[in-house]
Structures are given as C-alpha cells and as structure tokens.
C-alpha cells in the first residue's frame, strides 16, 4: 500500500488595521508554508497589504524584502539595509514556523482515524445490472484511501464508481464506492478497505441472504404484529370482564 501524503499547511497570521468609512484595509499576512514532515523547503512568507494589494514580502527563502509597488520597492530597500531587520525576519523560520510545524504534526497531521465501513445493497440506475453495492467509509483521517471491490477474490475494475473523498468539515472524512453487478450464486463479493490507520487491509463480505433494510422491515413488520396482537387481547379481557359485570 503505498500512499502519498501531502500536505501543504500555511499558519496564518492577521493583523489588520481598518480605518474610516471608506474602508482602508491594511494587513499584514505572515505564513509558514511546508509540505513534509522533514521540514525540508520550509518557508516563513511575511506579506504587507493595503486594499488587498500585496505591496512588499519578506521571503525567507531570499533572505530579503521585495518590493511591488513603487512604495513597496522604496520599502523594501529601507528594510534590506537594516541587517538586524533582516536577521530578525529570517529568525522567524526557526522561532515560529519550525515550532508550529512540529506542534500541527503531534497534535493533527500524524494523528490517523481508522474507517467505519457499511456494506449495503442499493437500487441500481436502470441499466445493465440488475443489484447494486455501496461500500460507505465513514470518519476517516487523513484524505487519502483505497477503497476496491473483490468477486471470489478478483479485483472488479469495471461496472465500479465512487464518489471522491468527501470532506465531513470536522478533520475526517467520507467515501463511497458502488459496484453494479449481475448476482451469481455460490458467489463471493467484498469491498476492501486499504488505509494509513489500518496495519492491514480490511475485508468485508457480502451476505446476500437478507439484506440489512430488508431485515429491519421484517422486525419492524414483526414488532408491529406483536403489539397489535397484545392489544386486541387486552381489549378482549376488558371487554369480557364488563361484560361479566366484573368491572
Ligand atoms: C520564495 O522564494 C523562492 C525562491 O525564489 C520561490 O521559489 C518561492 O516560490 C517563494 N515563495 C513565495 C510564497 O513567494
């Protein structure tokens, strides 16, 4: 199982100043940019803007301002000439993006969440195949997963779509994959499950027998025959007692 991870993170930093009715908008953007856990190509990006035009960047990487605009050149020369200026900029790398990065790794990036999986039988789209699958990964972390269908332990490539890993909007994640299929019998259908959480792929196995939702309509059907029939005999009991003058 091989899985690229990456994960391109930016700490950002807002310090906004709003001034007057009209809206003056000045802000000063300070990102740590990194992709992998070595750090490697790490990069603290502090940007000033004014109405939303970046007028001047310090970029760790160079080592220096740069200026974008006539004010932001003149700027950017003034700050350059300044070398505890620039040394206290490049100092950012280590003291607040190096730190941060090390702390979102432990605290959520090398965090995993291992996939709750449901197998269930579905109406297919009318068309070749007469049953329909859908194999549903639930609240998984992080983003990437394999999910694959398996007949008498062949892959199944074709007749196979699935949904792209959906974001819950809570850090984990949801997939859904469907396999439209013409039901054979003595045969064997599983949806595997491959993901950084799991030591080992996870199987899980059609049982066509009785399907789930078809199960619970005959508990429910059942439940409700059950408690019909304890009413209509207490309604008896009451009825012959009053009628025997009992009560
Ligand atoms: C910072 O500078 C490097 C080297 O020029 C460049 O590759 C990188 O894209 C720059 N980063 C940003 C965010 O501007």
Same mark, same amino acid.
């Given at each position: 199982?091989?899985?690229?991870?990456?994960?391109?993170i930016c700490l950002t930093l807002?310090?906004?100043?709003?001034?007057?009715?009209?809206?003056?908008?000045?802000?000063?953007?300070?990102?740590?940019?990194?992709?992998?856990?070595?750090?490697?190509? +790490?990069?603290? +990006?502090? *940007?000033?803007?004014?109405?939303?035009?970046?007028?001047?960047?310090?970029?760790?990487?160079?080592?220096?301002?740069?200026?974008?605009?006539?004010?932001?050149?003149?700027?950017?020369?003034?700050?350059?000439?300044?070398? &505890?200026?620039?040394?206290?900029?490049?100092?950012?790398?280590?003291?607040?993006?190096?730190?941060?990065?090390?702390?979102?790794?432990?605290?959520?990036?090398?965090?995993?969440?291992?996939?709750?999986?449901?197998?269930?039988?579905?109406?297919?789209?009318?068309?070749?195949?007469?049953?329909?699958?859908?194999?549903?990964?639930?609240?998984?972390?992080?983003k990437p997963i394999r999910v694959?269908?398996?007949?008498?332990?062949?892959?199944?490539?074709?007749?196979?779509?699935?949904?792209?890993?959906?974001?819950?909007?809570?850090?984990?994640?949801? +997939?859904?994959?469907?396999?439209?299929?013409?039901?054979?019998?003595?045969?064997?259908?599983?949806?595997?499950?491959?993901?950084? *959480?799991?030591?080992?792929?996870?199987?899980?196995?059609?049982?066509? &027998?009785?399907?789930?939702?078809?199960?619970?309509?005959?508990?429910?059907?059942?439940?409700?025959?059950?408690?019909?029939?304890?009413?209509?005999?207490?309604?008896? +009991?009451?009825?012959?007692?009053?009628?025997?003058?009992?009560?």
């Amino acid at each position: 199982m091989s899985m690229l991870i990456a994960f391109y993170i930016c700490l950002t930093l807002f310090l906004s100043i709003f001034a007057g009715t009209d809206g003056y908008f000045e802000q000063v953007v300070r990102q740590c940019r990194f992709t992998s856990k070595d750090l490697h190509g +790490i990069e603290f +990006i502090d *940007s000033y803007v004014f109405n939303q035009a970046e007028y001047i960047r310090f970029n760790s990487t160079v080592g220096k301002f740069v200026g974008y605009t006539e004010h932001g050149v003149k700027n950017a020369e003034a700050f350059n000439s300044d070398a &505890s200026l620039l040394a206290q900029e490049q100092g950012e790398l280590e003291r607040y993006c190096k730190t941060n990065a090390a702390i979102d790794y432990s605290a959520i990036l090398d965090k995993t969440a291992e996939p709750h999986v449901r197998l269930s039988s579905v109406t297919p789209p009318s068309g070749r195949h007469p049953a329909m699958l859908m194999c549903s990964a639930y609240d998984f972390y992080p983003k990437p997963i394999r999910v694959t269908w398996l007949r008498d332990g062949q892959e199944v490539k074709s007749d196979v779509t699935s949904t792209e890993e959906l974001a819950n909007g809570d850090w984990y994640y949801q +997939i859904h994959s469907n396999l439209e299929y013409t039901p054979k019998s003595g045969e064997k259908i599983s949806c595997m499950v491959e993901h950084i *959480s799991l030591t080992e792929p996870m199987m899980y196995h059609w049982d066509p &027998s009785l399907p789930e939702s078809e199960r619970n309509k005959i508990a429910i059907g059942a439940s409700g025959l059950v408690l019909g029939a304890i009413l209509a005999l207490a309604g008896l +009991i009451y009825y012959k007692k009053k009628s025997s003058g009992v009560l």
